[in-house]
Nanobody
Framework: QVRLVESGGGLVQPGGSLRLSCAAS????????MRWYRQAPGMERELVAQ????????YYADSVKGRFTISRDNAHNTVYLQMNSLKPEDTAVYYC??????????????WGQGTQVTVSS
């Protein structure tokens, strides 16, 4: 079974930066899609950023475009979300998601446990 473990959340002042990490482990052949979502209290889950396996296709929500950057480290099966110029509106629990091709050449969709990001004035 593939497992995703997130880290990097915390408390930061407006204008500050954080880098979230999500590392996958298990029976992994390749990771085709990596995504970051977030969910604020009372709000629906929002897709923040997406990166495909080729690394040339990215997506960002309008609310974070120009401030957040998604990247991957293929050697460590890890996806990152670099968050700059953070705003109080960015406060949420952030979740990573991966569409993974397993070593048996099946597919598996997995979620991280979530990490809290709080941007406080």
């Amino acid at each position: 079974q593939v497992r995703l473990v997130e880290s990097g959340g915390g408390l930061v002042q407006p204008g500050g930066s954080l880098r979230l990490s999500c590392a996958a482990s298990g029976s992994i052949f390749s990771i085709d899609v990596m995504r970051w979502y977030r969910q604020a209290p009372g709000m629906e889950r929002e897709l923040v950023a997406q990166l495909t396996s080729g690394g040339s296709s990215t997506y960002y929500a309008d609310s974070v475009k120009g401030r957040f950057t998604i990247s991957r480290d293929n050697a460590h099966n890890t996806v990152y979300l670099q968050m700059n110029s953070l705003k109080p509106e960015d406060t949420a629990v952030y979740y990573c998601f991966m569409n993974i091709r397993t070593r048996s050449l099946g597919y598996e969709e997995d979620w991280g446990q979530g990490t809290q990001v709080t941007v406080s004035s």
